[in-house]
C-alpha cells in the first residue's frame, strides 16, 4: 500500500516511529530493514554498517548506523535477537538502501528472540496508514516551510 | 559493548587541540567522527583544550557554520554527537588561558577534564585517542 507517497508492502511489519521493517521468514528468523519513508526522509546515504553476526540486539536498539550528508543516524531495530547474517552489499554498494529500500537494501537477518513481544509494537496490514501518515506529517512540521 | 567490530575498543578520546573557532571550517569534523564513533556504540569523551573551548561558551558554536553551504552549525554538529552518547570535558587550564573561568558553559558539557584524563586514555592500550 501507499502512504504519504511511500510503500509499505503488506507482508511485512513496520515501527513508525524508528522507519523499520521486518520480514518474517518462516524459520524463527526475521529480515530487517529501513522504510521507502525513512530512507526518503533521511536523503542521500554515503555508508551502512549493519552489526556484525552474532550480535545481540533488543527491539528498538541500534542494528546499524548509516552516514548521511552531514548526518549520523542510528538505526533501530523493529525486533529483537541475534544477528545471523548481515547484507554484504552494503559496503560497497550502499544505494541499494535507495534503490530497493525492500529488497536488495536490506540491513540484517536476526534470530527472533520474542517474537510475540516485539510484535505488540509493530504495525502490520491497514494497520500501517495512520501512524505513518502521522510519521510523514511530523517530519513536514519538522523541516518547515518549504 | 559495540556489535559493529570483532574487537572493540573500550572507548575513543578525542582531544580537541587546534579545533579553532576562528577556523570553522574544520570543526564540523571532529564531532562527526565523534557522532559516528558513538553511534557505533563506543564509548566517546571529547576533551576541549587551547581555543577549542570558546566552543562551549553559549552562542559560539551555534554562530558557526564548517560551509557556507551548510545549514548545520557547529553547535548542530556537537548536539549530534552528545545525542549519540558523546561525553565532552573542558580542561581548566584553558578555560583560564582564554580568560573564560566561572563562565557558564552549554548544558552539553559534562564537566571538567584535561591533560591528566586525557593522557589515562591515551596510555590504556583498550582505549584509543585522536588529536583534532
Given at each position: 500500500m501507499n502512504v504519504a507517497g511511500f510503500e509499505f508492502p503488506e507482508a511485512l511489519f513496520f515501527h513508525a516511529e524508528h522507519q523499520v521493517w521486518a520480514r518474517l521468514e518462516g524459520d524463527g528468523t526475521a529480515t530487517v530493514g529501513i522504510t521507502a519513508m525513512g530512507v526518503g526522509q533521511a536523503g542521500e546515504i554515503y555508508m551502512?554498517?549493519?552489526?556484525?553476526?552474532?550480535?545481540?540486539?533488543?527491539?528498538?536498539?541500534?542494528m546499524a548506523v548509516v552516514e548521511l550528508a552531514k548526518s549520523i543516524v542510528s538505526v533501530k531495530s523493529p525486533v529483537s535477537g541475534t544477528v545471523v547474517a548481515v547484507n554484504g552489499q552494503l559496503a560497497a554498494t550502499p544505494e541499494l538502501v535507495h534503490t530497493d529500500p525492500y529488497g536488495a537494501g536490506w540491513l540484517a537477518r536476526l534470530e527472533?528472540?520474542?517474537?510475540?513481544?516485539?510484535?505488540?509494537?509493530?504495525?502490520?496490514?491497514?494497520a500501517v496508514?495512520?501512524?505513518?501518515?502521522?510519521?510523514?506529517?511530523?517530519f513536514r512540521q519538522a523541516e518547515g516551510p518549504a | 559493548m559495540s556489535g559493529y567490530t570483532a574487537q572493540p575498543a573500550d572507548g575513543i578520546a578525542l582531544l580537541?587541540?587546534?579545533?579553532?573557532?576562528?577556523?570553522?571550517?574544520?570543526?564540523?569534523?571532529?564531532?562527526?567522527h565523534a557522532a559516528a564513533a558513538a553511534a557505533l556504540e563506543l564509548p566517546v569523551e571529547v576533551y576541549f583544550t587551547a581555543?577549542?573551548?570558546?566552543?562551549?561558551?553559549?552562542?559560539?558554536?551555534?554562530?558557526?557554520r564548517a560551509s557556507p553551504l551548510f545549514d548545520k552549525t557547529i553547535l548542530d554538529a556537537m548536539r549530534e554527537a552528545h545525542a549519540h552518547g558523546a561525553r565532552f570535558f573542558v580542561c581548566?587550564?584553558?578555560?583560564?588561558?582564554?580568560?573564560?573561568?566561572?563562565?557558564?558553559?552549554?548544558?552539553?558539557?559534562?564537566?571538567?577534564?584535561g591533560a591528566l584524563q586525557f593522557m589515562a586514555r591515551a596510555g590504556d592500550?583498550?582505549?584509543?585517542?585522536l588529536v583534532f
Open positions: 551502512c554498517r549493519p552489526k556484525q553476526v552474532g550480535a545481540v540486539v533488543g527491539q528498538g536498539q541500534g527472533l528472540a520474542d517474537w510475540a513481544a516485539d510484535a505488540v509494537a509493530l504495525l502490520h496490514g491497514d496508514v495512520a501512524p505513518m501518515q502521522h510519521q510523514a506529517w511530523l | 580537541l587541540w587546534a579545533a579553532d573557532p576562528a577556523d570553522p571550517q574544520r570543526l564540523a569534523t571532529p564531532f562527526f581555543r577549542s573551548v570558546h566552543l562551549l561558551v553559549p552562542g559560539v558554536a551555534a554562530g558557526l581548566t587550564d584553558a578555560l583560564h588561558a582564554q580568560g573564560l573561568a566561572g563562565q557558564p558553559l552549554i548544558a552539553e558539557c559534562s564537566g571538567h577534564g592500550l583498550r582505549w584509543r585517542s
